[in-house]
């Protein structure tokens, strides 16, 4: 069992110590630290501590892997460092410089802010998706034990549904502002101004809102992503400005205001038209590329199914899932991109048990088959792609070979994933129980063929000679 004291205690003094730090929170696997100074941060050392897989910049925050035990190696971390827990404190950044923006960073920047974001969303998502599962296994399509016109039915598969995902940029509102370090009620509030019930009833009509006497047509954004994302940093900046130049005698009534009455008609005239069209555009490539169902669609399958994880480890993934959810959301299902990445998934518990059945040290063996224990019962990869993979490169081989050689036969046999946020552990099968049992027997086999070929190349192709005799 992992000493979370120790790996605290030990990662303390390698971020620069409790000085040098200024947030501390974490997501499934990761202790995500803000430090005040990053060139403090000794990376080659943290990979060295015992209970630490790796370490890594993801834009300007420092990511510690860990594993599952990671929410408690963070209260131990908290304990003895004394830092703030979760979100940013601007009291506590004395010392810190502000990181100057650079086009360069632009990337990690952007990609920093939606991962950021959206991780937090994943405990919504898997709750809300799983009560409608639950709706499709009671109901006609699979044990018939209650019938889709009832109210349970009903009750199960749209209304809480709707209070999962209809509300997203109320959600996503709250999630941002806490990423950006700007007031957090601000955030929900543009959130529940994109799902104002004037608003949708207006343009359920066709017709037109008045904006500070500016004629806009009234768009329904229940259930979009793109138009908050796009305003939360508008208002972030907005109010980061006001604070400075508001007297303190009227900053606790007027900054707010302001900052939200700047807010509203950049949000509803400029950021939600644009991501909407911006959301569409995409959208629609997405649903070109699934439902063409040749080979431009196979290949797409193939090829993300082959690389995804090194997508996950560079922190690249979120944008992706966030328009997949998107497709789920407004289509109902998704045929290429969720499927082929749950191909991925299994391709990594493939190498992990590869691994475990090539190495002979037995304590390797056991971190191993610990790996496979984790994401069978937690949907966790980042310990094998961390333990296995990103340690003995040869073992890529197996991940490139069983990821797109599942995702291709998952592409052939037609498999459908219908979930949004659903489970990544063996309940990863549930997301695909709308299409039917036929849908689940096509998934299991794709998923099994991810497995055994990455397990099977991991075997044979992913250690050299040297590194098998060092585990000797």
């Known amino acids: 069992m ?6 605290a205690a030990d990662v303390l003094p390698l971020v620069g110590g409790a000085e040098n730090v200024s947030v501390a929170t974490n997501c499934m696997t990761r202790l995500r630290l803000t430090l005040k100074d990053n060139s403090k941060a000794d990376l080659e050392g943290l990979k060295k501590v015992k209970g630490v897989l790796g370490a890594q910049f993801s834009g300007a925050q ?15 971390f908290i304990a003895i460092s004394g830092v703030a827990r979760g979100s940013y404190v601007d009291e506590n950044l004395d010392d810190a410089k502000e990181e100057k923006f650079e086009l ?8 920093d802010y939606l991962s950021g974001t959206m ?10 998706g799983l ?16 019938a889709e016109e009832s109210a349970t039915y009903q009750f199960l598969y749209q209304t809480i549904y709707d209070a999962s995902f209809y509300f997203l940029p109320v959600y996503l509102g709250w999630a941002a502002a806490k ?3 700007c007031t957090q009620a601000l955030g929900l509030f543009i959130g ?3 799902v104002s019930p004037t608003i949708v009833s207006t343009a359920a009509e066709g017709a037109q809102i008045s904006v500070y006497g500016i004629p806009i047509a009234a768009a329904d954004y229940g259930q979009s992503v793109l138009p908050i994302m796009l305003t939360m940093p508008v208002l972030a900046w907005l109010e980061k400005r006001i604070k400075k130049i508001m007297p303190d005698t009227l900053s606790t009534v007027f900054t707010p205001f302001c900052t939200v009455a700047l807010t509203i008609p950049i949000a509803l005239c400029v950021m939600g038209p644009i991501g909407n069209i911006i959301g569409g555009f995409l959208g629609n490539i997405l649903f070109a590329i699934g439902n063409s169902g040749g080979i431009g669609t196979l290949l797409a399958m193939a090829i993300l199914g082959a690389i995804w994880q090194l997508m996950v480890v560079g922190g690249m993934h979120m944008p992706i899932i966030m328009l997949a959810i998107v497709q789920i959301m407004e289509q109902g299902y998704d045929k ?7 191909s991925a998934m299994f391709a990594v518990w493939g190498c992990a048990i590869g691994a475990f059945l090539r190495i002979k040290e037995k304590d390797e063996k056991g971190l191993c088959l610990g790996y496979v224990i984790s994401a069978l019962a937690g949907g966790v990869t980042e310990p094998a792609l961390f333990g296995v993979i990103m340690r003995w490169r040869r073992t890529m081989l197996g991940m490139f070979a069983g990821g797109a050689a599942g995702a291709l036969i998952c592409g052939i046999l037609g498999v459908t994933y219908y979930m949004a946020g659903g489970g990544t552990n063996l309940l990863v099968f549930l997301n695909y129980l709308q299409g039917g049992g036929g849908n689940v027997v096509k998934a299991v086999i794709g998923c099994l063929v991810s497995v055994v070929v990455a397990a099977i190349v991991t075997y044979l192709f992913g250690f050299s000679k040297e590194e098998l005799e060092e585990l000797a």
């Open 2 to 7: 992992a000493d979370n004291k120790q790996i």
């Open 62 to 76: 420092l990511q510690v892997i860990i594993g599952q035990n990671v929410p408690k190696v963070l209260d131990e």
């Open 104 to 111: 360069k960073n632009l990337g990690n920047v952007i990609l």
């Open 119 to 128: 991780t937090q969303m994943i405990p919504l998502m898997m709750a809300g």
């Open 131 to 146: 009560f409608r599962t639950i709706a499709v296994v009671l109901g006609p399509q699979l044990l018939g034990l209650i």
């Open 179 to 181: 990423k950006l370090g």
């Open 192 to 194: 529940g101004l994109f």
């Open 336 to 342: 290429w991109l969720f499927v082929a990445t749950n």
